[in-house]
């Protein structure tokens, strides 16, 4: 068995999804690849079985009808063998040397009889548009270097949330927690990163630059003019998010904190692209999300008095501009989007 098995979901990705497949060959003895191609209509299908071919050892390449990405993750997820999962989009890559350290950690801790549920990484925004590079370290958040449990999690900064990007989970925890993310979806890793998180006891930090996350493209999900034109599928993860557990009820205080944390970045993301989209319509779907969230009283309430959730619920103009300009500042001094 494998230690890592790395997921890479790739549609039309014949221009870049080498460059995440080479970085993950680095490690080939211990990590599988299982490429999953949805249903490109360009050359994937070519690259992918190349590189089944030339590692037949290493990696796995599957072809599945278009489900989107989260039918890509569900498909890699099924065929992973590795004792650890973790998800690399083709269009972002590791930093090789953070992969050697990440997989032979993994393996010293499997060998001493660790059960580690999280390995939590460092990811990079890189935006070779604006020649920039920006760093998401949790120093401050986690002890180093160790396994820790919820109580030992210190503060978290606005920025530092756990995305889809930091994460590594144990295999058979995702299969556990029946992780079935929606077809036809996007925006399905915050999903992908907040489901299993009551599943998980055990957690490492390892302070390495692992991920590196490519943003900046025109077509990208992320680009704000997209993710307004698929607002609809921001609003169903949202929602898929408040229902996926009884938050309130978590016996860790520190977990349930991050969930809310993390809960209350998401339905404020959804709630500034509705008003910033500047229709009639959305701002009629910005009152029913909230109203969705009211349905559960308590962790309305928890959400309202986050720093992000004071502001989310007013509707005259100047509040609304007030929000979308504190939103933008944010977009520049986190760099995201």
Not at 9 to 18: I, R, T
Not at 201 to 217: E, Q
Not at 233 to 258: A, F, P
Not at 294 to 301: D, R, S
């Amino acid at each position: 068995m494998k230690i890592l098995s790395v997921a890479i979901p790739c549609y039309n990705s014949m221009e870049y999804m080498s460059n995440a497949i080479e970085s993950a060959l680095i490690c080939r003895d211990d990590v599988e690849i299982i490429v999953v191609n949805d249903g490109s209509k360009d050359k994937t299908d070519e690259i992918g079985q190349k590189y089944a071919e030339l590692y037949p050892d290493t990696v796995k390449y599957v072809y599945q009808e278009n489900g989107g990405h989260g039918e890509a993750v569900n498909t890699g997820l099924k065929n992973a063998s590795g004792l650890y999962f973790k998800v690399l989009d083709s269009d972002d890559w590791f930093d090789k040397s953070a992969l050697v350290k990440v997989v032979e950690t993994l393996k010293e801790l499997h060998k001493s009889g660790e059960n580690l549920d999280m390995m939590i990484a460092n990811y990079v925004y890189e935006k070779p548009s604006a020649n920039k590079q920006n760093v998401i370290r949790y120093t401050n958040a986690f002890p180093t270097n160790k396994i820790f449990r919820w109580y030992n999690v210190k503060y978290f900064y606005p920025q530092q949330n756990l995305l889809m990007h930091s994460v590594i989970y144990r295999t058979q925890l995702l299969r556990n927690c029946n992780l079935q993310l929606p077809k036809h979806t996007f925006y399905v890793d915050n999903l992908f990163v907040y489901e299993p998180l009551p599943y998980v006891n055990t957690l490492y930090y390892l302070n390495v630059d692992l991920y590196r996350y490519y943003i900046g493209r025109e077509d990208q999900s992320v680009n704000e003019s997209i993710m307004i034109s698929r607002i609809d599928q921001q609003i169903k993860v949202n929602k898929l998010m408040i229902d996926s557990c009884d938050v309130m009820s978590l016996k860790s205080r520190k977990l349930r904190s991050y969930m809310i944390k993390y809960l209350s970045m998401i339905t404020t993301v959804s709630t500034v692209l509705l008003i910033k989209s500047g229709t009639e319509e959305n701002l009629k779907k910005r009152d029913e999300l909230w109203a969705y969230l009211k349905t559960k009283p308590e962790l309305y309430k928890a959400i309202k008095h986050t720093l992000l959730g004071t502001f989310m619920e007013m509707k005259s103009k100047p509040g609304m501009k007030v929000i979308s300009t504190g939103y933008s500042i944010s977009q520049k001094i986190f760099g995201f989007n």
